[in-house]
């Protein structure tokens, strides 16, 4: 069974300071992908790395994905009220069982 | 992006009586189909794989007599919890993967059953 560790699972911070959210694996990933969730709704996608060493940047988020495939991270510049939810990493196992496994989340809150 | 949607958004319903989810896929046709349970606060957990025109691939631990899962079409999966009881009270999620070999797993909207 794969799984994906993911720190810190709650994370409360002020408006304009930095955070990492890290996902470990001792299993290897086809990709791995970020979401963010907010209450009552369905999972959002943020991005897929599919490289090891990958680095995708979309605006203040920064995500990448371990040489090895098999741990990755989303860190966020200058955090708004805005980027608060929960975020979750999955791995991609490929092939004909093909199938996401989910870390835990990170809940994160940012106070104005 | 791709999207998928889901009916109902949230139910109530009796302990006892059987609910059915219905989750497509809108604007693109998926081979496979994901159904996910979410507890408050926590993530997702896989129950089942779906795939058109096949019986679906259930995770340890999940009764398939219990969640009937029917994919007719590359559009519609079901999801169909029978003999609902409190503890099943849970968010459910479908996610659907198109055609090529890399598509994203698109997700819908979640439904928030109750069960009293």
């Known amino acids: 069974t794969q799984l994906l560790e993911q720190s810190p699972q709650f994370l409360s911070i002020q408006e304009g300071e930095n955070l990492t959210v890290y996902c470990n694996s001792s299993s290897v990933f086809s990709s791995l992908q970020w979401y963010r969730q907010e209450p009552g709704e369905g999972p959002v996608l943020l991005v897929t790395v599919v490289t090891g060493g990958e680095v995708k940047k979309l605006k203040r988020l920064t995500f990448q994905f371990g040489d090895a495939r098999k741990d990755s991270s989303l860190h966020i510049t200058a955090a708004q009220p805005g980027d608060t939810g929960l975020y979750l990493c999955?791995?991609?196992?490929?092939?004909?069982?093909?199938?996401?496994?989910f870390g835990k989340g990170t809940l994160l809150t940012v106070n104005p | 992006g791709a999207v998928v949607s889901q009916h109902p958004s949230w139910v109530i319903c009796k302990s006892g009586t059987s609910v059915k989810i219905e989750c497509r896929s809108l604007?693109?046709?998926?081979?496979?189909m994901f159904w996910y349970r979410q507890f408050p606060k926590q993530s997702l957990m896989l129950m089942a794989t779906?795939?058109?025109?096949?019986?679906?691939?259930?995770e340890q631990g999940v009764e398939k007599d219990k969640f009937l899962i029917n994919h007719a079409s590359l559009t519609l999966s079901t999801l169909t919890v029978t003999s609902a009881h409190p503890e099943d009270s849970s968010f459910y999620i479908c996610?659907?993967?198109?055609?090529?070999?890399?598509?994203?797993?698109?997700f819908g909207p979640g439904t928030r059953l109750l069960v009293l």
């Open positions: 779906s795939n058109e025109g096949s019986k679906a691939t259930y």
């Open positions: 999955a791995g991609a196992s490929g092939g004909s069982n093909y199938k996401l496994t």
């Open positions: 996610s659907a993967r198109g055609l090529r070999g890399w598509e994203t797993q698109y």
């Open positions: 604007d693109f046709q998926a081979t496979t």
